[in-house]
């Protein structure tokens, strides 16, 4: 092989391994979507420190990537906390405070009652969700089936909360603003929506380090009229006993 030839060779091989490494980069950002979140922060405090600017330069949350960052968040498959919801309007307000236990498909609300009295309910979670609800220390229930209301799952609807998947979809020209800030015990996605003309508007704070919803506000014409919020989780399996009817059955076997 002559010189010239050689030369030729190099440069085309060279040439070629630049294209492999190209795709390789496309490739990944796609299967990722570009997204890379933040650590949550470490008792060590090391945020303020060297890492605090690498770290805020990780990601960019905007209304076109709040799909894709929320996707990539990995939610417990079993917790337990407390969510409560308050309601306002002209003169008054409610609230209403529950106990939720998660385990895989299955929920249960422990729902503080106005006269005192306890509502135990239990969701089983499918394309037909069951419901078994009853009182205190009752030992008759009543079942329930039902499919998801406009896309809301049956355990969501049960805890008044927004549901995750809302979030997650929201078109980007919905969004008004976007952004990753400190909030509610932890490091959060906000999102906030425009106001389509009804006077409506939403705000969700979505933990980073756990997937969950921590906090919702639905306002009218700039007042909240609507108020979700989450305490810390409990990230740990939690006892079957919980998700068993007042005889010791399942819903699917009472079903």
């Known amino acids: 092989m002559d010189k010239k030839r050689m030369i030729y060779v ?5 040439v070629l391994l630049l294209v492999v490494m190209v795709l390789l ?3 990944s950002r796609r299967q ?3 997204i890379v979140l933040p650590e949550g922060q470490s008792d060590g405090g090391g945020m303020e420190e ?3 600017d690498s770290r805020l330069n990780i990601i960019s949350i905007t209304p076109e990537t709040v799909g894709p960052a929320i996707s990539v968040l990995a939610r417990p498959t079993a917790y337990s906390r407390t969510q409560t919801v308050e309601t306002f309007w002209s003169g008054g307000s409610g609230q209403s405070s529950a106990q939720v236990y998660v385990s895989g498909s299955h929920t249960r609300l422990d729902t503080a009652m106005t006269d005192g009295s306890v509502r135990h309910t239990l969701v089983e979670s499918g394309e037909t969700s069951l419901t078994g609800v009853w009182y205190d220390d009752e030992t008759d229930w009543v079942l329930l089936r039902a499919g998801s209301q406009d896309g809301v799952p049956a355990a969501d609807q049960a805890g ?3 549901t995750y998947e809302t979030v997650r979809d929201l078109p980007a020209a919905d969004i008004a603003q976007a952004d990753y800030r400190e909030a509610h015990g932890g490091q959060c996605i ?3 929506t425009r106001d389509k003309g009804d006077g409506y508007q939403d705000r969700y704070w979505v933990r980073v380090e756990n997937g969950l919803l921590a906090a919702a506000e639905r306002l009218w014409k700039g007042e909240v ?4 919020s989450a305490g810390e989780p409990d990230i740990s399996p939690q006892e079957d006993s919980l998700f068993l009817l007042p005889d010791g059955s399942g819903l699917e076997e009472a079903a």
Do not use: I, L
Not at 225 to 228: C, E, I, L, T
């Open 10 to 14: 190099t440069m085309g091989f060279g």
């Open 25 to 27: 980069v496309w490739g």
């Open 225 to 228: 009229v609507y108020r979700f």
């Open 32 to 34: 990722s979507g570009g």
């Open 190 to 192: 906000y999102v906030e």
């Open 160 to 162: 008044r909360m927004p």
């Open 50 to 52: 060297e890492n605090s």
